[in-house]
């Protein structure tokens, strides 16, 4: 037997959980090492002096702090996590808007919203009113790729990222009911 499953029955002697055979195979392996003998020696005067000491009871309270404590902190986490991830949500809901706004080509819009607006005889002709405000800024911006490319990249990890959070989110209301 080698030295490592050795130093596992001495702990199993010390817990006085060890079989009669193989306390006889430790006794036998420590006579012939060393360097097993004088950890086995170290090992028991620490085992008599935890023997000896005398035990102190903790004081009246002490288990009811600590799990007041606990209860305290996972409340404190829950309610963090209850304005953190709808925040969170939220601001990447604006990411999402405003990288669409920014994407998008509002001229074209505004020319399918005349032509679905002349389309439909004047029904939703109230619709390309607004889009007809909409800044040339934004179609300058949009026509740029690099602009683009970036702002959709923003937009996608945004989406990915409001995904996770409303399954976490909604996860954690579920736990929370039952």
Not at 41 to 56: H, Q, S, T
Request: charged fraction near 20%; charge should be negative.
């Amino acid at each position: 037997m080698d030295c490592a499953a050795n130093r596992r029955l001495m702990d199993e002697r010390l817990d006085g959980s060890i079989k009669p055979a193989a306390a006889r195979a430790l006794e036998a392996h420590i006579s012939v090492c060393s360097s097993c003998r004088r950890e086995w020696e170290m090992l028991a005067a620490v085992d008599r002096v935890l023997a000896d000491a005398p035990l102190d009871r903790a004081p009246a309270g002490f288990e009811q702090s600590v799990v007041t404590e606990i209860v305290r902190r996972v409340e404190v986490r829950r309610r963090v996590e209850s304005i953190v991830i709808p925040a969170a949500c939220g601001t990447a809901a604006v990411a999402v808007g405003y990288g669409v706004h920014r994407i998008v080509n509002w001229e074209a819009a505004r020319l399918l919203a005349r032509g679905i607006g002349e389309a439909a005889n004047g029904v939703l002709a109230p619709l390309a009113e607004p889009l007809a405000e909409a800044p040339d800024l934004v179609t300058t911006l949009s026509q740029e790729p690099s602009v683009a490319g970036v702002v959709l990249a923003f937009a996608v990890a945004a989406v990915v990222f409001l995904g996770f959070s409303a399954f976490r989110f909604a996860k954690q209301l579920t736990l929370e009911w039952h």
